[in-house]
């Protein structure tokens, strides 16, 4: 089929009453998967045998690129700013709203670039304020995703939880008025597989979904309260939520008081690498870029009410974390620094994911042994972005992890 020549035969309107039966079936099976997100724009090109540019205008034609507007609660840290990268990327007809507080955490320099596409809007506010969240619900949103939260485990436990119960309980069930209220018709909330609590090393076990919460640190009985928010208002109302419990996630633009990127820079300027106990705390790794692409299968395809979760099968102690990251640079083993453990420190999260890789056929594309390496490669790259976090939140830098 040329469809350059077809497109312009047939000027206006749909495409399907001229096509073949043939072609009637390629293209609805490129616009379903390119509607849902498991697709690329190259990917329904090679299913129709056309250029990505044709491509383009016969999705156009078929109204497969209809305008979305995505609410991104807590788009200026870690994970968020990674997400709207990605959905921009990805998505040339979706518009971002990025709604962020702006804590500590947030950084709008994660969005540099990103800032100059019409596309993008930023808000300030917070997700608990309801007059802040209608005024931005009020200009009509597709869908939501909440990443914001208060995420540091230490913080929580040495420097009091409250933050972490205003940002992670009431701000979720903020959004949850505001989605029933404006009756938006999808809202997904990200959160972490410490709700689960703890397993021991040799347990042969692993968290699913229906795993009972048993939390043992303030951040995590405060993700899994809005998480059970979330649950409350599905089966009181309705409302039309999803959760995923992801593992711990590395990458770009992690704030540099997370384990990964501190122990990078502390061992770039050869400073000892503060280890909580002997390090032997097990975690299960995924690259921000993987978790990324699973939540946009989730956003687009997940059922309404359910839970996800979200992990990469790569187990690996903290220990043998900043192992790698000594060999990586090159640095001598001797930097490694045991400190007293943190109360309630988790020995072992192990995550069940066979849902989300069953339904959506989802698995994560990067192994650890590549992304690792260039994830390192990045921070020593951006050295700048660093220097700027580091300069306006000295405090956080002294922490142990
Ligand atoms: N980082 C991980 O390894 C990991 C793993 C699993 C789940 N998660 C979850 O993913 C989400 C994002 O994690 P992250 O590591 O990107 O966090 P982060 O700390 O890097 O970013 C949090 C963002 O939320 C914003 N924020 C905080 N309080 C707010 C409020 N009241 N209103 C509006 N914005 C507010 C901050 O300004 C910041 O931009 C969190 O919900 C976290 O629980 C993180």
Redesign the pocket.
Same mark, same amino acid.
């Given at each position: 089929m040329d469809w350059q020549t077809f497109l312009r035969e047939h000027p206006d309107g749909p495409l399907g009453a001229y096509l073949s039966k043939d072609d009637q079936a390629k293209l609805s099976v490129a616009e379903r998967l390119f509607v849902e997100g498991r697709a690329t724009l190259d990917e329904v090109a090679t299913i129709l045998e056309a250029s990505p540019d044709v491509a383009r205008d016969v999705l156009g034609r078929s109204g497969a690129f209809k305008r979305k507007k995505i609410l991104v609660?807590?788009g #200026? $840290?870690?994970?968020?700013s990674n997400f709207i990268r990605h959905i921009l990327d990805k998505y040339p007809h979706y518009e971002v709203v990025n709604?962020?507080?702006?804590?500590y #955490? $947030?950084?709008l320099d994660n969005l540099t670039g990103v800032d100059r596409d019409p596309r993008y809007t930023f808000v300030q506010?917070?997700?608990?304020d309801p007059a802040a969240i209608d005024k931005v619900f009020s200009s009509g949103v597709d869908a939501i995703i909440n990443?914001?939260?208060?995420?540091?485990v230490g913080r929580s436990v040495y420097y009091g939880a409250r933050e972490f119960v205003?940002?992670n309980v009431l701000?979720v069930q903020t959004l949850l008025e505001a989605v029933k209220k404006f009756k938006t018709p999808r809202f997904l909330n990200?959160?972490?597989?410490e709700v689960y609590g703890e397993l021991s090393l040799d347990d042969k076990r692993a968290f699913d979904e229906t795993w009972p919460f048993q939390p043992n640190v303030p951040y995590a009985a405060a993700?899994a309260g809005g998480d059970l928010m979330c649950r409350a208002y599905w089966e009181s109302y309705k409302t039309p939520v999803i959760v995923t419990h992801?593992?711990?996630?590395f990458g770009p633009y992690?704030?540099p008081e997370?384990l990964i990127p501190h122990s990078i820079f502390r061992a770039m300027a050869n400073q000892p690498l503060t280890i909580h106990g002997e390090g032997q705390h097990v975690r299960d790794w995924i690259f921000v870029l993987d978790h990324c692409e699973a939540l946009d299968r989730v956003l687009h395809q997940g059922k309404l009410g359910e839970v996800y979760n979200i992990g990469a099968g790569n187990e690996i102690s903290v220990k043998d974390i900043v192992r790698l990251i000594l060999d990586i640079l090159g640095k001598p083993r001797s930097l490694f620094v045991n400190v007293p453990d943190r109360p309630g420190n988790d020995l072992r999260y192990s995550l069940d994911i066979g849902k989300i890789q069953r339904e959506f056929s989802w698995s994560p594309a990067h192994t650890f042994e590549e992304a690792m390496p260039k994830t390192v490669q990045w921070y020593q790259a951006n050295i700048d972005w660093v220097e700027r976090v580091r300069e306006r939140d000295k405090k956080s830098l002294s922490y142990t992890i």
């Open positions: 609660c807590g #200026a $840290g870690f994970i968020g709604f962020d507080k702006l804590t #955490a $947030g950084n506010g917070d997700i608990a990443f914001a939260a208060e995420t540091h205003h940002t701000g990200v959160s972490t597989d993700k992801c593992s711990n996630n992690q704030h997370k």
